[in-house]
């Protein structure tokens, strides 16, 4: 089998304002006037960030039906089996972004 992250469910990782942009290549100065949808948000601070800054942001997400001691615990669990795995598949990330796994 080939080496990759065993994800046997959604892994609740957030993603901050800086990464949405860089991933998605979105220009913060044209979104200023738009009104943004952020679906399947997760546990992202994108909305959060971006409503902070003045943009018009709404996040939805079914996650958010579960309360936030729900949430927080799944968010742990989640991160902890992920970072388990990652020093046994860090070569195949590129490390721009992130310099490393810390």
Known sequence: ???????KDVVLIGRTFEEYCKMFDLDSNLLKNEI????A???S???AEANREGFNVTASD???SSSPLEI???CRQDLDMVVK????IAD??????FKDIQ
């Open 36 to 39: 943004i949808l952020d679906v």
């Open 41 to 43: 948000s997760g546990v």
């Open 45 to 47: 601070s994108f909305c």
């Open 72 to 74: 927080e615990q799944k």
């Open 85 to 88: 795995q990652l020093p046994d």
């Open 92 to 97: 195949l990330y590129v490390w721009n972004f």
């Open 1 to 7: 089998m080939d080496k990759q992250l065993d994800l």
């Open 62 to 64: 079914r996650i958010y």
